[in-house]
């Protein structure tokens, strides 16, 4: 059985984005551990209450790992639209692993060095990917 080739982006993100669940994982439970946070005593929560509280290197982790459920969940959307669509030519592809590779270098400097300024160029470029992708989908919506 042969697999559309835009498939492969899709599983190398949704896998990137267990990786950093995991490093988010093991990074924070000693942070909370070495700031006497009992997660069996906590009720309820918002995402960035730990700001401020835990070590800020852990803290990049999960502020990750939420980027990483935020606008690549467009990226899902639309690389499916362009599989439905039977629109997996080679510069789609191309386009699609490019934004993979961004994310994970974005994932990468925020959960390590945390430079803005880098973190900013790769979202950007990240996100003309993106844009580019729909495009496609809507040319290609519109030549149908």
Sequence with gaps: MTHDPLLGPIVALVAWSIVMLCWMVVTRMPALKKVGIDLSTIVGGKPGALDGVVDDKAQWKAHN??????????????????????????????????????????????????????????????TLCLLALTLHAAIGLLHS
Excluded at 75 to 97: D, E, K
Excluded at 98 to 119: D, F, M, P
Aim: cysteine-free; proline content about 3%.
């Design 65 to 126: 790992y939420i980027h990483l459920m935020e606008q690549p969940t467009l990226f899902y959307a639309i690389v499916f639209a362009l599989i439905l669509m039977g629109q997996s030519f080679p510069l789609n592809v191309g386009l699609a692993w490019t934004y993979v590779g961004l994310r994970i270098a974005h994932s990468i400097v925020q959960a390590t060095w945390n430079r803005i300024l880098v973190r900013f160029i790769l979202f950007a470029l990240s």
